[in-house]
C-alpha cells in the first residue's frame, strides 16, 4: 500500500513539475503534452483504485479470519 501511495504521489508531482516546465518553457507539443497528461491521470487512477481494492480485500480477510464477519 506504500508502494503506491508513493508512486502516486510520485506521478502527481511529475504532473505538475511537466505543467509549471510546459506552462513556462514549452518543452513539448500541446497535443503531446496533453497525452502525456491523460496518460499519467489513467496510471494514476489504476495503481490508486487497485491500492484500495487491496486494501479492503486484505482488510475483510482480517476480519473474517478473526470471526468479526461471516
Same mark, same amino acid.
Given at each position: 500500500?506504500?508502494?503506491?501511495?508513493?508512486?502516486? $504521489?510520485?506521478? =502527481?508531482? *511529475?504532473?505538475?513539475?511537466?505543467?509549471? &516546465?510546459?506552462?513556462?518553457?514549452? #518543452?513539448?507539443?500541446?497535443?503531446?503534452?496533453?497525452?502525456?497528461?491523460?496518460? $499519467?491521470?489513467? =496510471?494514476? *487512477?489504476?495503481?490508486?483504485?487497485?491500492? &484500495?481494492?487491496?486494501?479492503?480485500? #486484505?482488510?475483510?480477510?482480517?476480519?473474517?479470519?478473526?470471526?468479526?464477519?461471516?
Amino acid at each position: 500500500m506504500k508502494i503506491a501511495y508513493i508512486s502516486c $504521489l510520485l506521478m =502527481f508531482a *511529475l504532473a505538475a513539475i511537466a505543467t509549471i &516546465l510546459q506552462i513556462w518553457l514549452e #518543452l513539448m507539443a500541446w497535443d503531446i503534452y496533453f497525452k502525456v497528461m491523460i496518460t $499519467l491521470g489513467l =496510471f494514476f *487512477l489504476l495503481i490508486l483504485g487497485v491500492a &484500495l481494492a487491496r486494501r479492503e480485500y #486484505l482488510s475483510d480477510n482480517k476480519l473474517r479470519n478473526e470471526g468479526y464477519i461471516d
